[in-house]
């Protein structure tokens, strides 16, 4: 399946494993529901935005929500990545990871508290992304409070419409994201008479899972204008924050090239900025990066027939990965190990949650396997662990990280004792 992803069946009987190591022997001793990523994707695909971007100015600040592992955020870190955060917390994961890199930080999130804004002050962030007037004068005051001068970008709403799902779509003005462009001009001028705020950048994010370059293109050349309004309005405005988004493919059986895709996205935004001097690109990328290095391995519980449907019971549940419950999402779900000569079993693929929406797949065929067998469900590294619940007080999955011929667990699975333990009774 490679380059698109890092799982490939090999051996002899075949199975599936991860670059060169088994997952049948992963599972085995690390147990089921468990995550597995691969390194060497994850600097596969960082490569092609460096590589597609190489001849702009730019700096890649990996979306931390898509996949919040120290591990993986050390990996970026290592590759000279920037970050960007939604929360105190995320911050905090990075600079567990390396203080240094709060230099590469971007800020971004709708609701910055005081104690995140200070937090990111007394780092020394690189942008703070900032989404209202409101946000501006909370951090305005706070530093003013801790002397420290705060470079900024508005994010902008540019009222652009992209194709995804609706829970995802960032860029209308009906969204509760960023100022509208609009006003964008005025909102900077009173910004700058202010003395602990540097407007450094615009910055944009029109959602995620965008599968055309087009509306990157369209929202980057909106910006583009507004930053020729600014520097002729005396601001040295430095940053194109193009946002993240760049989707990709979940369907095994439709054409996806990550490298065409990335080139795509790059021209539409390098064409952007074409009448633009000294512009420096940030980008936001956290599925394209993360999604397909990653897959979920759990193991077939029971099959059962209600009438004429089947069900196939896994030890996964929508609390460790949510997606098809929460957008409709498509995973493609595969055995690990398939069985010679197995036919096709048309089946709801589901966990063991109290809820009916508790699926990973409806009405799916999938080679017959019976209890016991490994599945794998693919493209689940972007929004899987990070978005994962204890609900049902379920703990949560354990994380393998797998580079060359090594795994190495990077999370160890939740027992009901962390779970407990928090609570008083
Ligand atoms: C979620 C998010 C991203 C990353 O989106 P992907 O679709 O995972 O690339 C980037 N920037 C901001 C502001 C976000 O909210």
Redesign the pocket.
Known sequence: MLPVRPFVYSGKPTSLACGEVSLEALAKKYNTPLYVYSADHIRYRLGLFTQAFATQKHLVCY?V??NSALAILKLFDRLGAGF?I?SGGELERVLAVNKAAAARVVF?GVGKTSPEIDLALRSGILLF?VESEGELDLLAERAAKLKKSARIALRVNPDIFAETHPYISTGLREHKFGIDIHRARAVYRDVAKNRWIEPAGVSV?IG??IRTADPFGAAASRVAALIRQLRSDGLPIRFLDA????GIEYHLDLPFHPEEKIQQYAAALKQAVSELEDIQFLL?????LVAQAGALITRVLYLKKNGKKHFLILDAAMNDLIRPALYQAHHEIIPVTPRKGARKLVADIVGPVCETGDFFARDRAIPAVQPGDLIAILDAG?YGQSLASNYNSRPRPAEVLVEGKRARLIRRRESVDDLLGVEIS
């Open positions: 979306a929500k898509a960007d939604v971004s992304n994010h995620s899972q946002g993240g988004g760049l936001e990328p956290g599925r394209f972007a």
